[in-house]
């Protein structure tokens, strides 16, 4: 079955990768500030600012089959060192913008027979990690609020959350600069490497598919084995 599928973010990172995995298939739409990289992919691009605009549905159809919200932040710091507004901006990015791209869409959500819902979380929500306050208090909410939204629209939609460990994005480009830090990353790991953006992306793709229609109010966990195991 073709899919209508939005992606909130996709020019870059797992974004960008799961457009790749998708686009051949289904018609995918990309809402996000640039389309750099998006050349080679036959997607329909919308710009977009998350926390500026208003998004422009005139491109969209009337039905969509699947919504992935893919902007983050990572902000690591002391709790100290963490001004209140970092926690606001956190907040902002990661949840209150992705409830207002809901709202906006819901309409087409709900005329699909059945719409999936993609969003992203941490594994630091799980796990208490040092120097994670507002970026886990941030991807705590969309936990809390996507089990809600699940709850409140089955059968009708599927509402799924995918928490990550560190993933070799730009995004977290800081925390990867030399081969070190990524020799000690990929050790915190039980299978001994950190995440690339193809990791998360199939289980996005999956999380879309018919394939999973039996799956909702989740978090699912792709961290290496970070979030359960314990390993020498």
């Known amino acids: 079955m073709v899919k209508n599928i ?3 973010g996709g020019s870059h990172g797992i974004g960008f990768e799961l457009a790749r995995l998708l686009h051949e298939k289904h018609n995918v739409y990309i809402a996000s500030r640039t389309n750099e990289n998006l050349g080679n992919l036959d997607v329909n691009h919308i710009a977009y600012d998350v926390e500026n605009d208003t998004l422009d549905q005139s491109s969209l159809p009337d039905c969509l089959d699947a919504f992935v919200y893919c902007p983050g932040s990572i902000n ?3 709790f100290t060192a963490l001004k209140t507004e970092t ?3 956190d907040i902002e990015l990661n949840f209150i913008s992705l409830v207002s791209c809901v709202h906006q869409v ?3 959500l709900k005329n699909s027979k ?3 819902l993609v969003f992203f979380s941490t594994v630091a929500v799980k796990v208490g990690m040092p ?3 507002s970026v886990a208090a941030a991807k705590g909410a969309i936990e809390g609020f996507a089990k809600a939204l699940a709850a409140e629209y089955a059968p009708s939609l599927r509402v799924n959350v995918i928490a990550p460990s560190l993933t070799d994005t730009t995004l977290a480009k800081r925390l990867l600069s030399n081969d070190k830090k990524k020799e000690l990353m990929d050790a915190r790991h039980p299978l001994k490497r950190i995440g690339n953006p193809e990791d998360i992306a199939n289980v996005a793709a999956f999380l879309i598919s018919d394939e999973s229609n039996w ?4 978090v699912l966990g792709v ?3 970070m979030s359960t195991l314990q390993v020498r």
Do not use: V
């Open 6 to 8: 939005l992606l909130i």
């Open 76 to 78: 690591l710091k002391p």
């Open 87 to 89: 926690f606001r901006e």
């Open 106 to 108: 819901m309409d087409r």
């Open 114 to 116: 059945q719409s999936s």
């Open 131 to 133: 120097f994670h306050t």
């Open 215 to 218: 799956i909702t109010g989740q």
């Open 223 to 225: 961290d290496g084995g």
